[in-house]
Every structure is written in C-alpha cells, then in structure tokens.
C-alpha cells in the first residue's frame, strides 16, 4: 500500500515539474551565449611579439579563429606594420589598446598620448566598429609613478574618454599561459568554461620555443612569458574539436554580449497559437554595445517558428538541432514577435 503512494506521490511530483519545464520553455529566452553557444573563450596575444605574425595568425586563420592583439605601435612594429594595419583588420582580427610606448606614463599629459593615440589608429583601422574596445597597461609599467591598479583616478578617466574597457579594473580574469603551464591544465579550463556555461579568457606573449633573452627575463622577472608551439597547436585543435559549442571570439565582442544579457530582460506582451510578442528591454547603448543578441525560440505543440520581427524588421530563423530555433536580434529595446 505505502510502496503505491509513493508510486503515485513520485508520478504526481514529475507530472508538476514536467509541466512547469513545459511552460518555460514554451517562451523565448535570450542565449548565455551568441549562437546558443555552451561558453565562450578569448584568445588574447600582447606585445606584437614576431611569432604572432609568423605562427599564431597563420594558425588562427586555418582554422577560422578570430583574436584579440594587444599591440604597441611604437615598439616592436615597423617590421611589420603594414601586416598589423592592413592585413590584421582584413582577417577579422581585433586589435586592443596596449599603449603606443609600452612604457606608461610621468603624467597625465602623456598618459593622454600613450591610450589616446592607440585608439585613434585603432578607430582609423576599424572604419565599420564603433569605438568600444578593451585596454591593458603594460606589464610593470608605472602611471604618475604607481602601479595602474593603484594609479590616481586621472588616468582612469583617460580610459573612460575613449570607450575603452579596462581588462586591470579586477572584473576581468584571464589565464595567462606559458611552457609552465600543462596542456591537461589548459584542456581542463576548457571544459570547465563548457559545463559552468563560462567565459574563459587566456592570453598569451611569444608562441616559440624560449631565447636567451626569454631566459634573462624569466631570472630577472621571475616570469615565463613564451609557451611552445606545439602546446599551442594542442591547444587550438582541443578548440577546434569542440568548437560547436564554444563560441572563440575577440575579447570585445564576448563583453559586449555579455554586458548585454546581463542588463536586458524579455517580457511577455501577448501569446496566441501563432504567435508570440514579447518586449524586449536593455540597459545598454547601442552606439557602444551592437553585438547581437540570440534569441531561444520555443516550439509550442511541435510548431516552427518561421519568423522574427523586431519592431518592424524581419529577421532570419536558424534551425540548429531537430528541435532547437534561434535568431539574432538587435541589443535595442523593442517589440519582438515570433511567428509561427
Ligand atoms: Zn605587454
């Protein structure tokens, strides 16, 4: 007797919470992730060191990988100017602002030319991008005399002015790898970014096998800043086999989306068997914040969406499994319907 009520109580309690799962589902929801991906991971390379253009871009390029380079336009780059200015852009690369010198600043005045001037070049390189990026001091480098996470809030402002996002600020961790670190260790953070439904960010220096120079510096700073090529192809490939559910993509682009989901909300205005009209609202600037946001269309009744229009434009519905719809759709507020 007491094993059938327990029998009907654990039917009763599925029933409940199928339902429930039933009617989630049955509205959209905006992605985690663009794409519907699982995560999403930034390569980021600093310092336009010699092996980026020799390896790295020719590696990232074969396999479809767009990059975020942290370049120094005043060290290190006349050899390869014209590959950094024409060519990196042209591939869908982004380029971030790493400060003209590398060598940071005495003063505001020259703090002002050190950020100011990368952007500039990176707004004239980037025609069709708004003026949003990402910034990174210089490694060690001193501003006013201090550290940048302790310079004075001048210098801030000086990042603030140009729309740039200040991956020091403490909000934005990133592994940073080297020969010291196992390909176990970096595939292990992969994985974890995929089930934790993450961001992972990991930059890099030189890609190559280590100098006299890089031996110096790992005395003298402590540091390892060179991981080997062959981890790194490891490393891409481990990518590449999963990359149906990572979304790689330039740093910019990931802070972006994620700035947006994290502010936008979706309500719901109307639903009839034929159609669902909801209002999306976000708190972020379109003229800074323009990624695209995916939509998770349901499938009420085994029915396929066909259409999205947000407010009066019509967008594309892509199927990506038997049962899963989505579409991309502006990071403005709006109304958005779905059609079936
Ligand atoms: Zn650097």
Redesign the pocket.
């Known amino acids: 007797m007491r094993k059938i009520f327990y029998m009907i109580c654990l039917c009763a309690q599925l029933l409940f919470s199928r339902t429930i799962f039933a009617q989630v589902d049955q509205l959209p929801k905006i992605a985690k992730w663009y794409n519907n991906y699982d995560c999403a991971i930034s390569l980021r390379f600093?310092?336009n060191d010699e092996s980026h253009v020799n390896f790295v871009i020719p590696l990232l390029n074969k396999y479809g990988f767009k990059a975020t380079f942290?370049i120094?336009p005043g060290r290190n780059y006349e050899k390869h100017k014209d590959f950094w200015e024409s060519q990196v852009p042209q591939m869908g690369h982004r380029w971030g602002n790493?400060t003209w010198h590398?060598k940071g600043a005495k003063n505001p005045e020259e703090a002002e030319y050190e950020i100011g001037e990368v952007s500039k070049l990176i707004w004239k390189l980037y025609p069709n991008e708004n003026k949003l990026n990402v910034f990174?001091s210089?490694?060690g480098e001193e501003w006013g005399g201090k550290r940048w996470s302790e310079a004075l809030p001048i210098y801030k402002e000086i990042v603030k002015k140009y729309h740039l996002i200040d991956l020091y600020d403490g909000k934005h961790p990133a592994i940073s790898l080297n020969s010291d670190y196992p390909l176990q260790g970096i595939k292990d953070k992969i994985d974890k970014a995929i089930s934790e439904k993450n961001h992972q960010a990991f930059m890099f220096?030189k890609v190559g096998s280590k100098n006299l120079m890089d031996y110096a510096r790992k005395i003298i700073a402590g540091y390892n800043y060179t991981i080997e090529e062959e981890k790194f192809l490891k490393m891409i490939e481990y990518l590449n086999n999963k990359r149906d559910r990572i979304w790689v993509a330039p740093l910019v682009q990931i802070l972006k989306y994620q700035s947006e989901y994290e502010t936008s909300k979706l309500e719901l205005v109307k639903k009839s068997p034929d159609k669902i009209a909801m209002r999306l609202k976000i708190e972020t600037d379109l003229n800074l914040y323009d990624q695209e946001l995916t939509l998770v269309l349901p499938t009420p009744h085994n029915r396929t969406p066909v259409k999205v229009i947000q407010n009066a434009t019509e967008l594309k519905v892509f199927q990506l499994t038997d049962s899963k719809y989505i579409s991309n759709i502006k990071p403005i507020n709006s109304e958005v319907q779905i059609l079936y």
């Open positions: 600093d310092d942290m120094n790493h590398h990174a210089g490694g220096h």
